[in-house]
């Protein structure tokens, strides 16, 4: 068995999981886990176990692999970050789930999935202007991050600002992954309802 390149498949689970694509998370998850079971790696086995109880939505039990994960690599932003998500979905939890994005943040500064649920959290939270304020560091990280563009506008839609949000929702289109039809239909009824 070759080595896997575990960086770019939690990309691919990320994005897959971002956009509902289950079947093809549930496919990344068992490839992750049964390479970092082949290659010993704890962190990663964790990991990928956390993954497959996260599509299944048993986040009690997601929260307890990701707690070894963390306890096997202490540097894993993206475990603190699957953590306070579960957190999110089973307690709803604000300081816990804050904590865990705050530490991923402080551990892995440049993962900008974490800045970018971090903002999600908070802008769904009313904090709308500290949600711009992690959406624009995801930006800076990964400047053609559709689901952040799009989130964006959320946000300035939120504070009443149409042109920036029609500017984030058009940048939205320009990164969008051409096969996420439904997503990009969605965009542009939202741009359609703005101009």
């Known amino acids: 068995m070759e080595t896997i390149d575990f960086v770019k498949l939690r990309q691919q689970l990320d994005e897959a999981v971002t956009y509902a694509d289950f079947v093809a998370a549930r496919c990344l998850a068992d490839e992750g886990l049964m390479n970092a079971q082949y290659q010993e790696d704890l962190n990663e086995i964790m990991y990928f176990r956390a993954q497959r109880e996260i599509i299944e939505e048993n986040y009690e039990a997601a929260i307890k692999c990701l707690g070894q994960a963390i306890k096997y690599n202490p540097n894993d932003g993206a475990a603190y970050n699957d953590r306070a998500l579960c957190v999110i979905e089973l307690t709803g939890n604000e300081i816990l789930a804050l904590a865990d994005f705050d530490k991923g943040i402080e551990v892995e500064p440049d993962y900008a999935t ?37 989130n964006l506008a959320d946000a300035y839609l939120n504070l009443g600002f149409k042109s920036e949000a029609i500017n984030a929702f058009q940048n939205a289109l320009i990164y969008l992954n051409p096969s996420y039809t439904e997503i990009k239909e969605q965009i542009e009824d939202n741009l359609r309802k703005l101009l």
């Open 114 to 150: 974490i800045h970018h649920n971090k903002g999600w959290f908070l802008n769904n939270r009313g904090h709308y202007q500290e949600a711009i304020r992690c959406f624009e560091k995801t930006l800076e990280l990964e400047p053609d991050r559709a689901v952040t563009y799009e």
